[in-house]
C-alpha cells in the first residue's frame, strides 16, 4: 500500500498550487481520501476530503471557497487545487485514506485513516 503525495512547494500569498495524491495496493474508489495539514508547532488538521465515488466533498471552514479536492478513479489520484494562498497554509501536507462509511464530522479525525501518504510541504511567502 501507498500513498505518494505531491505538488508541495514555495509559493507567494495569493497563488496557487495543486497537490497530488498517487494511490496503489488498495482498491481505490472504496476509501475515502482526506487531506490533512501540519504547521510547525500546530497539531496536524483535517483540510478536505472526498468520498470513494467523487460525489461528495467536505472542507475545513479556513479553506472553503480557495480549496477545491477532487478524484480521478482511473488514475488512482486525487488532487487538491490550492488557490488564494494565505501565509498560515504553511504545513506539511498529508494524503490519507479512510475505509468505510462515517458521518461528515468524522471525517477529520486522522485517528480514523487506514494509509498516509509521506506530505509535501508547501511553504507561502507574504
Known amino acids: 500500500v501507498q500513498l505518494q503525495a505531491s505538488g508541495g512547494g514555495l509559493v507567494q500569498a495569493g497563488g496557487s498550487l495543486r497537490l497530488s495524491c498517487a494511490a496503489s495496493?488498495?482498491?481505490?474508489?472504496?476509501?475515502?481520501i482526506g487531506w490533512f495539514r501540519q504547521a510547525p508547532g500546530k497539531e496536524r488538521e483535517g483540510v478536505s476530503c472526498?468520498?470513494?465515488?467523487?460525489?461528495?466533498?467536505y472542507y475545513a471552514d479556513s479553506v472553503k471557497g480557495r480549496f477545491t479536492i477532487s478524484r480521478d478513479n482511473a488514475k488512482n489520484t486525487v488532487y487538491l487545487q490550492m488557490n488564494s494562498l494565505k501565509s498560515e497554509d504553511t504545513a506539511v501536507y498529508y494524503c490519507?485514506?479512510?475505509?468505510?462509511?462515517?458521518?461528515?464530522?468524522?471525517?477529520?479525525?486522522?485517528?480514523?485513516?487506514?494509509?498516509w501518504g509521506q506530505g509535501t510541504l508547501v511553504t507561502v511567502s507574504s
Open positions: 490519507a485514506a479512510l475505509e468505510g462509511d462515517y458521518d461528515f464530522w468524522d471525517l477529520f479525525v486522522s485517528s480514523l485513516y487506514k494509509y
Open positions: 495496493g488498495f482498491t481505490f474508489d472504496y476509501y475515502a
Open positions: 472526498i468520498s470513494g465515488g467523487g460525489d461528495s466533498t
